[in-house]
């Protein structure tokens, strides 16, 4: 049976001599591996369209042991990616990140547009990497199930003081009267720009101005909240803090 669907390809690694596995993120299906016959042959029509970081429509069909590409158009590919090392090695984080927060058969339409909207402003290069950085890790950490508690103190309901405090490990806010140990200093510029990140229109939420001090903090802040909740090793994140 044939399956169309439109989908970014974020994973792929070579399969015997001329083969290759892709892995898809697709609003109706979540994750779809399936592989690409005959890849490494340069006459065949489906090579651009299921490269790394390619968005495509594909018709796949399902064998007895998984899904095969039997088509592929290339809707966008990205190519500007590769002008720019650090902005290709911050997409490279970003869809490792989706392959690690994602799941096989549940849909992830919003996942797949923050993911396409963060590639194309990485192409265009005029929007500051760290935001762009930070507005992906948030926001996918909270559509994958780790929203964090920015409503108000987790201890005494304060919505808001001067300076706040965020606690990696619980997922919460304190107030300036509420510190507890360990937790890390929030300006409340930083968590007002949090509670957006969070809250707002995907369509809109990377359409925010910050501060660089405050841009450094909120870096520091939704980096670390992401290594405290991926199971695995981001081997792509260390690439990308090792060339900048």
Same mark, same amino acid.
């Given at each position: 049976?044939?399956?169309? =669907?439109? #989908?970014?390809?974020?994973?792929?690694?070579?399969?015997?001599?001329?083969? @290759?596995?892709?892995?898809?993120?697709?609003?109706?299906?979540?994750? %779809?591996?399936?592989? &690409?016959? +005959?890849?490494?042959?340069?006459?065949?029509?489906?090579?651009?369209?299921?490269?790394?970081?390619?968005?495509?429509?594909?018709?796949?069909? +399902?064998? +007895?042991? /998984?899904? &095969? &590409?039997?088509?592929? %158009?290339?809707?966008?590919?990205?190519?500007?990616?590769?002008?720019? $090392?650090?902005?290709?090695?911050?997409?490279?984080?970003? &869809?490792?990140?989706?392959?690690?927060?994602? /799941?096989?058969?549940? !849909?992830?339409?919003? *996942?797949?547009?923050?993911?396409?909207?963060?590639?194309?402003?990485?192409?265009?290069?005029?929007?500051?990497?760290?935001? $762009?950085?930070?507005?992906?890790?948030?926001?996918?950490? /909270?559509?994958?199930?780790?929203? !964090?508690?920015?409503?108000?103190?987790? @201890?005494? #309901?304060?919505?808001?003081?001067?300076?706040?405090?965020?606690?990696?490990?619980?997922?919460? $806010?304190?107030?300036?009267?509420?510190?507890?140990?360990?937790?890390?200093?929030?300006?409340?510029?930083?968590? *007002?720009?949090?509670?957006?990140?969070?809250?707002?229109?995907?369509?809109?939420?990377?359409?925010?101005?910050?501060?660089?001090?405050?841009?450094?903090?909120?870096?520091?802040?939704?980096?670390?909240?992401?290594?405290?909740? $991926?199971?695995?090793?981001? =081997?792509?994140?260390?690439?990308?803090?090792?060339?900048?």
């Amino acid at each position: 049976m044939q399956t169309k =669907t439109q #989908g970014l390809v974020i994973r792929e690694q070579t399969v015997g001599e001329s083969d @290759r596995l892709v892995t898809l993120l697709t609003a109706d299906y979540g994750l %779809v591996k399936a592989f &690409v016959r +005959r890849a490494k042959n340069i006459k065949s029509n489906n090579v651009s369209a299921t490269s790394l970081f390619a968005y495509s429509e594909f018709t796949l069909y +399902r064998s +007895r042991e /998984a899904y &095969v &590409v039997d088509n592929a %158009v290339a809707n966008e590919v990205f190519f500007d990616l590769r002008k720019d $090392i650090n902005a290709l090695s911050l997409a490279q984080y970003f &869809v490792q990140l989706a392959y690690f927060l994602c /799941a096989e058969e549940q !849909p992830a339409p919003d *996942t797949l547009r923050l993911l396409l909207n963060a590639l194309h402003l990485l192409c265009k290069g005029k929007k500051n990497h760290k935001l $762009i950085k930070s507005v992906v890790e948030l926001r996918m950490l /909270a559509l994958g199930g780790y929203m !964090p508690n920015l409503l108000a103190c987790y @201890r005494c #309901g304060t919505y808001e003081s001067e300076v706040m405090y965020f606690d990696v490990q619980e997922g919460c $806010i304190y107030c300036k009267d509420c510190f507890r140990n360990n937790a890390l200093t929030a300006p409340l510029g930083v968590i *007002t720009a949090m509670r957006y990140i969070c809250l707002s229109d995907l369509g809109k939420v990377f359409s925010f101005n910050i501060g660089e001090e405050n841009m450094n903090i909120l870096s520091d802040i939704t980096e670390k909240y992401t290594l405290s909740r $991926i199971d695995g090793r981001l =081997t792509t994140l260390d690439f990308y803090k090792a060339i900048i």
